[in-house]
């Protein structure tokens, strides 16, 4: 079964990564891939799609995570990644070998740790083959996330956003027809000694 990135989610405060279940009452309710724990998350969590995420290139565009996860299993096969945390030396050296065109500047080791960290997660629970991304009719990209660096789109899975309010046209004042009652004129009272 190939796993949808968008339902796969990383949440800010929590360890691991979960698999978005359903919309309920005020949250969302998600299940862990280590330990198959389902939890209730509240509208303050900062939840980000794996499918929002992107590595920063050198050329004007940015790898999307399923693409640098999927080139890591090629690159790996059926041997282990590299431990993270394990040296920043050593993470930039294996991902200069998997994904050559990163930018080194904007690329921290924190972020190559989290990717390390993901792919473990992901290998172990099977869920290393990817659904083909749908392409959205929108088609921006996000802000770059201000702690990782990384750009995002939203905090929410695509299956938890609500639909965008349609912008209404300012409302303007229609005149009032003859018959219409006229304002009852203001009395001052005023206290005399």
Same mark, same amino acid.
């Given at each position: 079964?190939?796993? $949808? =990135?968008?339902?796969? =989610?990383?949440?800010?405060?929590?360890?691991?990564?979960?698999?978005?279940?359903?919309?309920?009452?005020?949250?969302? !309710?998600?299940?862990? @891939?280590? $330990?198959?724990?389902?939890?209730?998350?509240?509208?303050?969590?900062?939840?980000?799609?794996? &499918? $929002?995420? &992107?590595?920063?290139?050198?050329? *004007?565009?940015? %790898?999307?995570?399923?693409? !640098? @996860?999927?080139?890591? #299993?090629?690159? =790996? #096969?059926?041997?282990?990644?590299?431990?993270?945390?394990?040296?920043?030396?050593?993470?930039?050296?294996?991902? *200069?070998?998997? %994904?050559?065109?990163? $930018?080194?500047?904007?690329?921290?080791?924190?972020?190559?740790?989290?990717? @390390?960290?993901?792919?473990?997660? @992901?290998?172990?629970?099977?869920?290393?083959?990817?659904?083909?991304?749908?392409?959205?009719?929108?088609?921006?990209?996000?802000?770059?996330?201000?702690?990782?660096?990384?750009?995002?789109?939203?905090?929410?899975?695509?299956?938890?956003?609500?639909?965008? #309010?349609?912008?209404?046209?300012?409302?303007?004042?229609?005149? #009032?027809?003859?018959?219409?009652?006229?304002?009852?004129? !203001?009395?001052?009272?005023?206290?005399?000694?």
């Amino acid at each position: 079964m190939k796993t $949808d =990135l968008t339902k796969i =989610l990383s949440i800010g405060g929590q360890p691991g990564l979960y698999l978005y279940l359903a919309q309920s009452n005020g949250g969302v !309710v998600v299940e862990s @891939l280590t $330990d198959s724990k389902r939890k209730w998350m509240g509208p303050s969590a900062r939840m980000t799609s794996l &499918s $929002d995420i &992107s590595v920063y290139s050198q050329t *004007e565009d940015e %790898i999307k995570l399923s693409e !640098v @996860l999927t080139r890591m #299993k090629t690159f =790996l #096969k059926d041997e282990q990644a590299p431990v993270p945390g394990t040296g920043a030396q050593e993470m930039a050296a294996f991902f *200069e070998k998997v %994904i050559p065109e990163y $930018d080194k500047e904007r690329f921290y080791p924190s972020h190559m740790k989290k990717i @390390l960290d993901w792919y473990g997660i @992901l290998k172990a629970a099977d869920r290393l083959e990817f659904e083909a991304p749908e392409e959205d009719a929108g088609g921006t990209a996000g802000e770059p996330d201000a702690e990782s660096g990384k750009p995002e789109q939203a905090s929410k899975p695509a299956a938890a956003k609500t639909p965008a #309010k349609a912008s209404r046209p300012a409302a303007t004042k229609a005149a #009032k027809p003859a018959s219409a009652k006229a304002p009852k004129p !203001v009395v001052k009272h005023t206290t005399q000694k």
